[in-house]
């Protein structure tokens, strides 16, 4: 600082502490004002406390039902793998069995390998096996076995593989790990397909979907559940144009009518591990997308 700026400041400095000395009414209103301050700050956190509490009174309850299933589940220290891991719907699979930890071990079996580079995928033992689909039963055999629960997320579209490519991976592909998967001592299987499949349909998609489903369930697991949810919603990474206009067409569709036709692919995560933990009789079952959007919690019943 320069002489001429010490000067001014030490003037400056004088003539506040003279106006203080010579004002004290304003001095104590200063000094009111001081000690005010501390109760406003008080005050205001007050009412932010009030506010996140009402807040947390409005969100919706947890669900102490399936928390206590999840308890008991993880409890049995099973095993699961994930097919498919590298797609949408396989993706928030994975990262809902790490947020869930509802599993001592999960396998991501799967073409190519994964990054997991985010501590969340560090909550678990997560464990990664490359195969080869195409020599699955005389190669991969063991990459199967251990494991009680499987998650097969599998699936392409005729526009990226072709007719042939498609019924290889969405079906051939499929049969083979389920094959698999309950000869190394798999109990609970767990498919996604698509609204709308139909073994008998005259068109490709749903009809190979459809004989994907009857298949598997051949292969006759304690329990077998498919989900057939509508259009995924989600950031893909891989571009679908048609898929992409046709999102926001029936976007709105998704406030007014949530069970309708859309589900988020996080919602069907959600309510294969939400349907894991819950008991059920049922050797076969079929999950619509209204039933995938209630086990996700999305709505009620």
């Not at 046709?246 to 406030?255: A, D, G, I, S």
């Amino acid at each position: 600082m320069s002489e001429s700026q010490e000067s001014a400041t030490a003037a400056a400095n004088t003539e506040t502490a003279a106006s203080t000395e010579t004002n004290p009414p304003e001095a104590a209103s200063n000094a009111v004002g001081a000690e005010a301050a501390p109760a406003a700050a008080d005050k205001t956190k007050e009412e932010a406390a009030t506010g996140e509490a009402q807040e947390a009174a409005k969100a919706p309850p947890p669900n102490q039902a399936l928390v206590e299933a999840m308890e008991k589940f993880r409890a049995l220290g099973q095993k699961a793998f994930v097919l498919g891991a590298s797609g949408e719907v396989g993706k928030e699979v994975v990262k809902e069995l790490c947020k869930s930890k509802i599993f001592s071990k999960v396998a991501v079996i799967g073409r190519r390998e994964l990054k997991y580079e985010d501590d969340l995928y560090k909550e678990i033992d997560l464990e990664q096996k490359i195969v080869n689909f195409d020599e699955l039963e005389s190669k991969h055999e063991d990459d199967f076995k251990g494991y009680d629960v499987g998650y097969c997320c599998l699936g392409t579209t005729k526009g990226k593989a072709g007719v042939e490519g498609f019924k290889k991976v969405d079906h051939d592909y499929v049969v083979s790990s389920a094959k698999l998967a309950k000869a190394g001592g798999c109990k609970h299987f767990n498919l996604v397909t698509s609204q709308g499949t139909n073994k008998n349909s005259m068109f490709l998609y749903p009809k190979t979907k459809g004989l994907c489903e009857e298949h598997v369930q051949e292969q006759g697991f304690q329990r077998f559940s498919v989900y057939r949810p509508g259009m995924l919603l989600c950031d893909r990474e891989e571009k679908r144009t048609f898929e992409a206009v046709f999102r926001k067409l029936v976007k709105p569709m998704e406030y007014f009518a949530p069970t309708w036709g859309t589900a988020p692919t996080v919602s069907v995560a959600k309510a294969m591990i939400n349907n894991t933990v819950t008991a059920s009789d049922k050797a076969s079952e079929i999950l619509t997308n209204k039933d995938i959007r209630i086990l996700a919690g999305d709505v009620k019943k």
